[in-house]
């Protein structure tokens, strides 16, 4: 066999020594210490990022395009450091509060977490948090934002980091209910941008514009109630067993900053 | 002692490059996030130490990249190496002479190479019920931009590295060559 040809087999097998290895657990020391080191840089990172990024806004409508004008000259008005600074952390709070009062109604545990990073592989929309198996997060354990705002669940944990697969991710499914008066069921399926869509809703069942979408507690892991979102459009073909509707998440998916994990037994 | 410092500064640098590739996903709006960093610096530093070295180079720093990715491991391991061994091997073949069209066009094999080893990846992980759907699309539009994007980089860092290093200059590339 000639040297390269022996070379070329020889790493291939090694790589897949090595990951094999990783899955044994046996590379878990070095995983971590990696780990450790670079997620300090990429939570700087990704906040760095949401805030020169998420400077845009999408408008329905010319009154509320005037209306974010009028607010945004006010805003330049009384724009000083210190009150943007204190702005910060009031909205942190808020957040805090919100989430805590959620949690105390919902009487089910969960973990506070930070992101610090998201998806870099093509594969789908997904987030990083500093939260992982030592705080007793588990796979499919859904993750909210705000006063139970469902975001997403988690495919991924490590000891201390976990990966959330947000709901408008393309392998993102969830069991949900329109809050209509026939409380139709669904699915809720991500893969369409930034919103997602709600599939097999029966046929005869009416869906408006606007209804709000929550889960249905159908899924083990997933209590019934979260938020999801909103109707913007229902599509309806006479000829299928089943009507669509394409659904605005609550929660702007791509400024997440902080996220409580439900810690479901 | 020398070896010793010389391995933690190999270290540290492969964490920078590796922060910096995630930074830059995560700073940069699409498409613009869809620049290769990792691949542009290896390419460049196989053209400049022409070292086999950027085969392991690669391993590790796609090692890292891979501990922030939801996609099942060893995907980007995998592909990341086994397409910069390839791009080596082009290097020392075919596209020996170290002017910016082999680097723009060993940038352009070895990033087709990547997606393609990460797509068939992704097809097997499919068949073994693994991933529920192969995003072809976003596949895609990925391996345009980035090939697009990544090749711009390279070529503007050969243009600066001719400017400032004898290293790439054809004058002492054809020296090299020739043993002048």
Redesign the interface.
């Known amino acids: 066999m000639p040297s390269k040809s022996r070379t070329f087999i020889s790493i291939a097998i090694l790589v897949f020594l090595i990951i094999g290895i990783h899955y044994l657990g046996w590379l878990s020391g070095i995983e971590n210490f990696f780990r450790r080191v670079v997620a300090p840089a990429s939570g700087a990172l990704y906040n760095f990022g949401v805030n020169i990024n998420g400077t845009e806004e999408k408008f329905s409508s010319v009154d509320d395009l005037k209306k974010a004008y009028q607010e945004a000259m006010d805003a330049v008005l009384n724009n000083q450091v210190e009150q943007t600074k204190l702005k910060l952390v009031e909205q942190e709070n808020d957040e805090l509060r919100m989430q805590l009062n959620f949690q105390k109604k919902m009487q089910i545990k969960s973990v506070g977490s930070e992101v610090i990073g998201k998806n870099i592989d093509p594969l789908g929309n997904t987030l990083i948090i500093n939260r992982g198996l030592d705080d007793g997060i588990k796979i499919d354990d859904p993750v909210v934002v705000r006063d139970g705002i469902v975001v997403g669940k988690i495919v991924k944990t490590e000891q201390k980091m976990s990966i959330v697969r947000l709901i408008n991710d393309n392998q993102s499914k969830i069991a949900a209910t329109v809050m209509n008066s026939d409380k139709s069921m669904g699915l809720v399926e991500g893969g369409y941008g930034i919103s997602v869509q709600m599939t097999y809703i029966p046929q005869n069942e009416t869906v408006n514009i606007g209804d709000l979408i929550v889960t249905s507690g159908l899924e083990e892991k997933v209590p019934r109630g979260l938020l999801i979102g909103k109707v913007e459009m229902v599509e309806k073909e006479a000829y299928q067993p089943f009507q669509n509707a394409v659904v605005t998440p609550s929660a702007n998916l791509e400024k997440i900053r902080l996220v409580s994990v439900l810690l479901m037994e | 002692m020398r070896n010793i410092l010389s391995a933690i500064g190999g270290i540290i640098s492969l ?1 920078v490059l ?2 910096v ?3 830059l ?3 940069l ?1 699409f498409p613009y996030s869809k620049i290769n960093l990792i691949f542009a610096v290896l390419i460049i530093w196989m053209l400049w130490r022409k070292s086999g070295m950027v ?1 392991w180079i690669s ?1 590790f720093a796609n ?3 891979e ?5 099942p ?6 592909s990341g ?2 397409s910069m ?1 390839l791009g080596y ?1 082009f290097f020392q073949n075919i596209f020996t002479n170290r002017s910016w069209f082999a680097a723009i066009v060993l940038t352009i094999i070895t990033i087709f190479l990547y997606r393609l080893i990460y797509a068939f990846g ?1 097809l097997i992980l499919f068949w073994g019920n693994a ?3 192969v ?1 072809w699309k ?2 895609m ?2 391996l345009l931009w980035e090939e697009l994007f990544t090749v711009l980089l390279v070529g503007m860092i050969y243009v600066l590295l001719t400017r400032y290093s004898r290293q790439f200059r054809s004058e002492v590339i054809e020296a090299q060559r020739f043993k002048i």
């Open positions: 964490i590796v922060s590739e995630i930074g996903s995560y700073i709006p085969v391993f090692f890292i990249v501990l922030f990715a939801a996609s491991f060893g995907l980007i391991v995998f190496t086994i061994l091997w992704l991933i529920r759907v995003p976003m596949m539009s990925t």
